[in-house]
């Protein structure tokens, strides 16, 4: 039908242009060496009116249109990874519904009759097409030659080829031309800036003009019940996250496991009690419990052979005092770069979060969303290099009084680690797709989006297994 109408329309532009009738149009199936034939009559047109008429009345509408029952229409189409349709799908069979938050669903009938699982969404693209480039040389300039970036150091220069690029981050005082800005605009390439010491200072992106997608948020976010129920869920997912962590870190070691089974009775208390808090309130109460709790376990995660001037004394921020929660702060930083520039590229307001209040810091929504990844994008692998003796303690850190930063050798094998950590793979465990971090941090957001627009319960159903 699609394709009927597709070249209906086609012959009605000619006629209007022509100035003359066009009573007949071809449509070709090479594959098939088919060629259907369409009669453009007065009933085609009048179909083709009614199909306009449909597509401004949803135009107009706040309301998202439901996802299609045919499947095969689904399969080539290019919203595909904006519509989501086979996650909402395994919602409409049950796989999701009516779970316990943080409990992955049993297997289908499918599953249990067949032996096999059912087929895995494979819409929603697994990996990013395009990479981040991060300027960390301060003496750095980054300019324009045709569709490159330039990058021009003491050691030479660097062309990048723009559609390479996703997003370019510039670490401390590293310049970049009107030239290289207006090329990264042009092809939806954002720009941020972070400070020396690791701090998100500010960015440009080209978000998207969708005011109706945004009118939507703001309509269900100024719901106090709405944004506490979302809430509920994304530090359910948090707490559980770190718990499963420690758990999975301290399975098969006696002695870790007793140094902290203070700490893991205290989320596991948490973790009871999230899903009957009754106010934002609450929330942030039983989310510090938790924090102080995981952050007390960290320290037995590291092997004997780290040395103690890598090894954490609590967590402290803003500045951090030791070089474990240097390391930790600057991660920080880097996932808010990610989340701040998908939340834009998905067209959502970052400004208007359910569970950070505003502050000048932070947009909330990004702080809220960064809480689904503080742990597997980038405590996990941090802990592994620090186990690994990955960092050294003179040549990686600034130590000044009151505070630590990276140097610029740190700040690069931090990247290292952070960029390799996007491009690994994991599984989800509801929508049974394998896809990189940085594709999970996109697909977390335009879930959230759907706990608004008639899918609710997708959203912040990741854990690690």
Known sequence: PSDRIQVIAYAVLLEETLGQPVPQA?????????????EVDEAAKAELREVVRRARELR??????????????????SLAPICLPEEERLLARGDLAGERLG???????????????????????????????????PKARIG?????????????????PIKQVDAVVIHGFAQITTQAIHLCARHDVAVQWMTAGGRFSAGTSASPGRVRQRIRQYAALTDPSERLRLARRLMHAKVETQLRYVLRATRGDPRRRKECQMGVDRMRESLRKIPNAQSTASLLGLEGIAA??????????????????????GRTKHPPRDRFNCLLSFGYALIQTLVHRTILAVGLEPAFGFYHQPRTAAAPLVLDLME?????????????????????????FEVRPGHVWLTESGRRKALQLFESRLQESYKHPYTRQSLTYARMVELEARLLEKEWSGSPNLFARMRIR
């Open 26 to 38: 071809r449509v070709r199936y090479h594959r098939d060496n088919v060629t259907a034939i369409v």
């Open 144 to 160: 324009r030659s045709a569709e490159r970036l330039l990058v021009t150091t003491e050691e030479g220069r660097q062309f990048v």
């Open 103 to 137: 409990r992955r669903p049993k297997e289908s009938p499918r599953e249990n009759r067949e032996g096999a699982p059912l087929p895995r969404p494979t819409l929603f693209p697994s990996d990013r097409q395009r990479q981040t480039l991060h300027v960390v040389d």
């Open 60 to 77: 107009r509408s706040l309301q998202r249109p439901p996802v299609t029952e045919n499947e095969r229409l689904c399969r080539r189409c």
């Open 292 to 313: 102080k709790a995981y952050f007390s376990c960290l320290p037995e995660l590291l092997g004997s052979q780290v040395p103690d001037l890598l090894r954490p004394a």
């Open 372 to 396: 689904l990844f503080r742990t597997p994008i980038w405590e996990m692998p941090l802990i592994g290099s620090v186990n690994r003796r990955t960092w050294d303690v003179d040549e990686d």
